[in-house]
């Protein structure tokens, strides 16, 4: 503990507030909350044992920073919100990306239908789910609507609207056809209600359903639908294999087991809805928290703010649920000393949680080492200012100096960012002139970055990363002292001849151990740089090579410079046609024709010579 540490350590507040803890590089590597925050943030540096992942954390803090809050529940929002901001490497970060399906209906609608999405509003609707992986929720969907005959379509239908006609679905037996008052809404809101007891849990009704169709279907000799039906009977049967014995139909509920060997930990999530195992997800954990009935909290605060909570949540440790029910402002019924059968769930999600971490610790390690361990290596071994958790790598593309691109690929934490990827077009460089293109790139983006408008190019890196050998180096670190870039943004080149990494101002070469975490990371990045270039730059060119003088016209549209050529053979021949010639081609009208004879009389074309 330094005199920095130890000196706000005896100024801190017994009140609630949020504490940020910060590495040497002013990195934030943790933020938490705390209903004292004298206590818990002493709790850190006392000379006490620790587990093992919370003393690495320790070791790392250089300096801590708090914000006091009103209450413990403003402290809650506050630290999600600056782990969302910050994504410290010791917090539990779940992804905001893709989300688990659910099966949406929104019954407001006069004739309402199921859909399926990854995102939960608070909108009215109702919302089943989530499914994970091995069951299907489009395969659910298509069973309801066999069943049932639920519509599919995107038209707003009300009671006083009717379509035209019917839709194919209504005459495959697929759909009552609400769109043209084939039912009224009453017996068709019967049908979703159908529905809805089969996606809470009562699968008798529909398997009947789909029975008596397929017996029937059999005995018309249809058997193509009776196929179909089969199927849908067979998503019934897989769903009943997920049955939770001495388990009402009706319960729902989700199941949270916290295991950890004191350096890694493991969060595995049962959910069960309609008495029914939906899925079971394990998420590996390394949380700065002491306490694991803390870690916990920390985990189901983060899961839930995209997921749906249920009623009753079944818990390992005993968390607090007077302050999370008051963070989502729901009454939920958090069990943390099961008996019966919620106690037989938490101890399958703990058998989940105890293999997973036996699994997969030693995968995980070996990711850790080639990101988060690659790029602090990388400090040290180029003698960074601080953690490149922002890398740039450019590299440019063409052939014979035409079509000339370059790419900007862009790695976080030692992973491919690729929603920060970007690429430019050389616009001012004539022939193929590497060093001036790769120069014009990086103007470019620095000017940007001065700008601050676009978002895309806000963000300052911590290392940019040049394709190439000493002379790119030279060439475009001119550009960085032009722009008063040099001493906030550290540059380096990697030469691919014996992967030499190269400084400016230093004609001396580093070379980082072959085979090694940093080395290869660079590697991963300069071949993406590569990859995303040459992709680019063959998209160009294959535009190019497809479009034709014709798309400058006016009016013409791909079918017509088609027809055009095909009746013509080039474009050449289409400048020689008349007025009146030009109008026998299909599509060509009277005053789209007179449109192409004044472009080619005002931007004639050169013919080439008949050999």
Do not use: W
Not at 68 to 91: C, G, R, V, W
């Amino acid at each position: 503990m330094n005199d920095k540490i130890r000196d706000k350590l005896s100024s801190l507040t017994t009140k609630p507030g949020v504490y940020i803890m910060r590495d040497k590089d002013g990195i934030v590597i943790y933020v938490g909350k705390a209903k004292n925050l004298k206590n818990r943030v002493s709790q850190y540096f006392r000379n006490s044992p620790k587990p093992s992942k919370v003393q690495a954390m320790v070791d790392n803090i250089d300096s801590f920073d708090y914000f006091i809050t009103i209450s413990e529940m403003d402290a809650l929002a506050l630290e999600s919100n600056l782990i969302k901001k910050h994504q410290p490497f010791y917090n539990i970060l779940l992804k905001d990306g893709k989300q688990f399906p659910y099966i949406k209906i929104n019954l407001k609608e006069s004739f309402p239908k199921f859909e399926i999405v990854r995102k939960v509003k608070k909108d009215g609707s109702k919302y089943f789910g989530p499914y994970f992986a091995g069951l299907d929720a489009r395969e659910i969907l298509k069973t309801i609507n066999t069943a049932f005959k639920i519509r599919t379509c995107s038209l707003k239908i009300t009671e006083n609207s009717t379509a035209k006609r019917e839709c194919l679905n209504y005459s495959l037996g697929l759909c009552y056809a609400p769109c043209t008052k084939k039912i009224s809404r009453e017996d068709y809101l019967t049908e979703i209600n159908k529905a809805i007891t089969f996606l809470n849990g009562n699968d008798d009704e529909i398997e009947k359903i789909l029975q008596a169709k397929m017996d029937k279907a059999c005995e018309n000799e249809n058997y193509e639908s009776a196929i179909i039906f089969r199927e849908r009977l067979k998503m019934i049967n897989k769903l009943k294999q997920r049955i939770v014995a001495n388990l009402p139909k009706d319960v729902s509920k989700d199941v949270f087991a916290y295991i950890t060997n004191g350096l890694n930990g493991v969060i595995t999530n049962m959910v069960i809805r309609g008495g029914k195992i939906l899925g079971v997800m394990s998420y590996p954990i390394s949380d700065g928290e002491i306490e694991e009935d803390q870690t916990l909290f920390n985990f189901i605060s983060q899961y839930y703010q995209n997921m749906i909570i249920p009623n009753e949540i079944v818990v390992s440790h005993n968390i607090d649920s007077e302050l999370l029910c008051e963070f989502f402002d729901k009454k939920i019924n958090i069990i943390s000393n099961p008996h019966l059968a919620n106690k037989k769930l938490l101890e399958m999600a703990q058998e989940n949680a105890k293999e997973y971490l036996e699994k997969h610790i030693e995968k995980d390690q070996i990711k850790y080492n080639n990101t988060i361990g690659a790029i602090k290596s990388l400090k040290q071994q180029l003698n960074l200012p601080k953690i490149p958790i922002r890398m740039e790598c450019y590299d440019i593309s063409n052939i014979s100096g035409t079509n000339k691109v370059c790419s900007m690929v862009v790695f976080k934490n030692g992973e491919p960012s690729k929603k920060d990827y970007r690429k430019f077009k050389i616009k001012t460089v004539k022939g193929s002139n590497d060093f001036a293109s790769l120069k014009e790139a990086l103007n470019r983006r620095l000017n940007r970055l001065r700008e601050g408008k676009l978002e895309s190019f806000k963000e300052m890196p911590d290392l940019i990363i040049i394709d190439g050998g000493k002379g790119q180096l030279s060439s475009t670190y001119e550009i960085l002292k032009e722009s008063g870039y040099e001493q906030a943004i550290p540059m380096i080149s990697l030469a691919k001849r014996i992967e030499e990494v190269f400084v400016p101002e230093n004609s001396q070469a580093i070379l980082l151990k072959p085979n090694s975490a940093e080395l290869k990371l660079l590697q991963r990045i300069r071949d993406e740089a590569h990859r995303f270039a040459i992709t680019y730059h063959r998209n160009i060119r294959t535009k190019k090579q497809t479009s034709s003088v014709l798309d400058n016209i006016s009016g013409i549209g791909p079918k017509k410079r088609d027809a055009l050529l095909k009746t013509f053979g080039t474009s050449e021949e289409i400048a020689k046609a008349s007025h009146e010639l030009l109008q026998t081609v299909p599509g060509i009208t009277p005053a789209l024709a007179q449109t192409i004879v004044n472009y080619f009389k005002n931007n004639p074309i050169e013919y080439k010579a008949e050999e």
